[in-house]
Each structure stands twice: as C-alpha cells, then as structure tokens.
C-alpha cells in the first residue's frame, strides 16, 4: 500500500511539473538552413536513439542488481541499496560514450569559441549545486550514521543500540562506505557525461539546432544523476530513520511504550525527510525518462517555412 501511495505520489507532482512547463518546452521551436532539414531531423532521431540506449542499460542495471540481491540474501539488501546510484553511473557512461554528432563534414577552416564551453555551461547554476549539496550531505549522513553503528555478533556494522535496545538494519559502515563511494562514481560519472556533451565538436551550420541539443541533454543528464542520488538518500534516510525509532521504543509490560528521547524525534525526523527525498528523487527520474523520450526536437522546420508561419500568426 506504501508503495502504491508513492508512485501516486511520484505520478501527481511529475503531472503538475509537465503542465506547467508545457508552453515553455512548446516554444522550443528549432530553425535550420531549408537544404539541411533532413540532415536535422535524422540527428534528432539519433539522439532519441542514444537517450533510450541509455535508460535501456540503467534498466538491466536495476534488474541484475535486483537479481544479485535476491540470490544473496546475507548481503542484507546492499545490492538493492545501491542499484538507484549504479544504473544511473552506468547509463551515464553509455550516454558519454556514444555521443551524436551533427557535424557532417570536416571543414578545412577550424574555429573556435571565444567563451570556454564548461560542464556547467548549458544548465542553470542551481541545478549543479542542487546535486552537489546532495551528494556532501549523503556523505556526511553515511559517515554519522557509521560513527553511531553499533557492532552485531558478526561485526558487520549494521545496528543502532539505544540504552538496552539494538536495532537494524542501519546505515553504519557496513552500508555507508559503498554509498560513499557510489556518490563518487556518480559524480564522476556525471562530470564525464556533461564534459563531454559540452566539449563535443559544434556545428557553425547547424548552430541554434546545436545549443538546444546540448541543453536538453544537459537536463536529462542532471536530472538522472541527482534522481538517483535522492533515491538512495532517501532510502538511507529511511532505514537510519526505522531502526533509530525502533531502537528508541521500549515495550512496558503494561503494554505502554517508552520512546526514549531526543533518539526517538530524530528517528522520526529522519522517516519523513527520507519520504521527501525519495518522492523528490522518484519525480527527478520520472522527468528525465520523460525528456528522453519525448525530445521536442522533432519540431524542426527549414527557416522559409518558420518565417512564413511566423508572418500568417502575426497576421491572424
């Protein structure tokens, strides 16, 4: 039932968000060059192409982490844990390593930008640093979380002990060092995708079809990669969450409960904070699956034909 209320969830603020950017993603509206309109139009199909070639490896990613954990399950649900961040690291690579290129032809004159293209050049300055106080805030909880580890029998550090009460599974060292270093590979992953989406050969021909592939790629590239960050987050946010409050809870004879405090607040806390981060995580991969597949570049028109609609709306 938890489940199905999240997707809901997921679904309701994905709706909300695609609405209210409709008009804006319906003015993306690319002109080229009349003798280059099939030339543009094939090279936004291949980038419809590379973009499911990408959410088609971080899906069998996700299915043989889920297969890993179900054929392990002394592992403790840490192949789970981590699938989120790993399918994304993984798609990234493929959306790097295949790049499209509208560059048709080798010029024998060279020019160059007078303005460095840099990973950050094709997004808004929010947009990074979002991730970026993410990704130091799940290393800072991983590393709490390990100091605040107690010790189970098999040394594992995967327990919360509170006064006489132990609980698990925590995120302490056990979980907390593959998610340290997931949040690296993921941010590395992510740094090589957008360097190379940036540093890629332009085309002087094809120059405005050119920057709106670049930013749409960006997006999907920022909102995969943080997506996935804010899911496994909100999935530590959770387990910390559970085991603290269940750490916290003594049962009185009587039937009553204790809840020993501030564990038990903070406990709770950390339970509806993992649920925001989760839903804000579940929305960010919905939209870039959405942007991937429903790449507006599909609207290209030779530049006659746009300045002649341009003229008939204006005299409408």
């Known amino acids: 039932m938890l489940f199905l209320i999240y997707f809901l969830l997921v679904f309701l603020v994905v709706g909300i968000v695609r609405v209210g950017s409709r008009k804006s993603l319906a003015r993306l509206v690319v002109t080229v060059p009349e003798i280059g ?18 959410l088609a490896a971080g899906g069998v990613a996700l299915w043989a982490l889920d297969r890993v954990n179900q054929a392990q399950p ?46 950050w050049t094709y997004g808004p300055a929010w947009g990074f640093l979002l991730p ?20 189970p029998p098999d040394g ?30 993921l941010a590395a992953a992510t740094l090589f995708a957008l360097g190379r989406l940036a540093s890629a050969a332009r085309s002087e021909q094809f120059d405005e079809l050119d920057r709106a592939v670049r930013v749409l790629a960006t ?19 959770l387990v910390a969450g559970w085991a603290t409050r269940n750490a ?48 507006p570049l599909g609207r290209v028109y030779p530049a006659r034909a746009s300045t002649a609609n341009a003229a008939s709306t204006q005299h409408s």
């Open 219 to 237: 997006r999907v590239v920022m909102q995969l990669s943080s997506g996935a960050l804010f899911l496994y987050s909100g999935a530590v946010l």
């Open 74 to 119: 002394g592992w403790y649900g840490l192949p789970l844990m981590l699938a989120p961040g790993v399918a994304a690291a993984i798609g990234l690579l493929v959306f790097a390593l295949t790049p499209t290129r509208i560059v048709t032809d080798r010029p024998k004159r060279r020019s160059a930008d007078l303005v460095p293209r840099r990973v």
């Open 248 to 295: 916290a809870i003594t049962f009185l004879p009587a039937g009553t409960t204790s809840a020993v405090q501030p564990a038990a607040a903070f406990g709770l806390t950390e339970l509806v904070a993992g649920l925001v981060v989760a839903l804000l995580g579940g929305v960010l991969v919905s939209l870039s699956i959405l942007d991937a597949t429903t790449q």
């Open 132 to 151: 970026l106080c993410a990704a130091v805030a799940v290393v800072a909880l991983a590393i709490i979380a390990g100091l605040t580890a107690s010790a």
């Open 156 to 185: 594992a550090f995967r327990s919360i002990t509170i006064g006489s009460r132990t609980a698990g599974p925590y995120p302490g060292w056990y979980y907390g060092v593959p998610l340290i270093g997931l949040t690296v590979l």
């Open 37 to 54: 309109t099939v030339t543009a139009r094939r090279f936004a199909r291949s980038i419809m192409l590379r973009n499911v070639g990408t």
